[in-house]
């Protein structure tokens, strides 16, 4: 047997959580000797009693202050709707059947097609679209409704 092998046999106890002398940490609990600190919680935003962070920042003025909180609507490109059947109409409920955009967000924000890449059918498009994307829908043969 070596010195080096030996199992570790020894476990020290777990230091007890009371306020009393069992506890180890004495008459005060190791909170010090009286205060708002030895007696209740302190609560995390408290600063020493000075001016909080919070109230030190400026004020939000001007531009953006009363801004709606709503969301942009969902971006395609035309490449995306390559997928898509010749002579075929897009819409919402078109891109949510062919798993393009999703169905919940398409629904509350809307669905914006821009004119990166290329599109090589002809589709009918009931949708904002860029005046990129009009060009190149248009030069494929398609229509735009709306």
């Known amino acids: 047997m070596n010195l080096n092998n030996l ?19 004495g ?8 205060g708002q600190k030895a007696r209740g919680m302190v609560s995390i935003s408290f600063e020493g009693g000075g001016v ?10 001007g531009k953006g202050r ?3 909180v709503s969301e942009k609507p969902i971006i ?12 075929s109409k897009v819409d919402i409920k078109t891109l949510i059947e062919n798993k393009l955009v999703d169905k919940d967000r398409a629904k509350a924000n ?21 005046k990129s994307a009009a060009l190149k829908i248009e030069k494929a043969g398609g229509k735009i409704l709306k």
């Open 27 to 34: 008459k005060t609990a190791g909170r010090g000797t009286k």
């Open 66 to 68: 009363f801004k709606p």
């Open 110 to 130: 809307g669905v914006k097609i821009l004119g990166r890449g290329k599109i090589n059918i002809p589709l009918d498009v009931n949708l904002p679209v860029s």
């Open 52 to 61: 909080s962070l919070i109230k030190r920042l400026p004020f939000m003025r």
């Open 7 to 25: 199992i570790t046999i020894i476990r020290r106890k777990k230091r007890r959580l009371g306020q009393g002398y069992g506890s180890g940490r």
């Open 76 to 87: 395609l490109n035309l490449d995306a709707l390559n997928s898509l059947k010749k002579n």
